[in-house]
């Protein structure tokens, strides 16, 4: 009898220890550093481990001919706290994304159909570039700048995966020149020369 209590009382210890399979996101809740807090589990559903938009085409219809359809944890509540998330790149021809680094996390991208330039830089400013087909996947380590842009003259499909729920996206034109950073400071510490800062803040909505 007192073994099967012991039994029992272990089985309760040991399921309490390990019910913190997940912790799905309360998102009307803030956004830390380490997520947000858990919805209560009693309110959990399968629902909010399924993200289903990644199987529709993103508008291209832009200035940079390209779009990226995140599953995030905004988007995405069931990827909070584990350190995975996801997103659709469509490309157009002609597209690019930008030089960009995502702060939070590694990137790795595959391609679904078409043929993708992709490349990073290393913090010693070496570069690494491969023109990348259906099939190939290419690896972005994390805080580094990196692009990608169409390959030939057909559309192409990536799924890019993020080993963070939240991976942050820093545009390193966006940062420069769609700003209040005033132009003669620009100018100082990129080396470009005032009619491209003016040029290119004209374009991005930048002032100053
Ligand atoms: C759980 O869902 C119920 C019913 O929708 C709601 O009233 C309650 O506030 C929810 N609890 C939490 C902690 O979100
Ligand atoms: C795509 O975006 C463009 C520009 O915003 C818009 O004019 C067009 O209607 C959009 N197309 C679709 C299919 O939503």
Known sequence: MLHILFLFSLILTTTHVLAQDFCVANLKGVQTPSGYACKTEANVTSKDFVFTGLGLEGN????????????????????????????????????????????????LLYVVHGHITAGFISSSNKVYLRTLKKGDIMVFPRGLLHFQVTAGKRPSLAIVYFNSPNPGLQILDFALFANDLPSDLVEKTTFLDDAQVKKLKGVLGGTG
């Open 60 to 107: 291209t219809s832009n200035i940079i001919k390209a779009a990226v359809t995140p599953a995030f944890v905004a988007q995405y509540p069931g990827v909070n706290g584990l350190g995975i998330s996801a997103a659709r790149l469509d490309l157009a021809p002609g597209g690019v994304v930008p030089m960009h680094t995502h702060p939070g996390a590694t990137e």
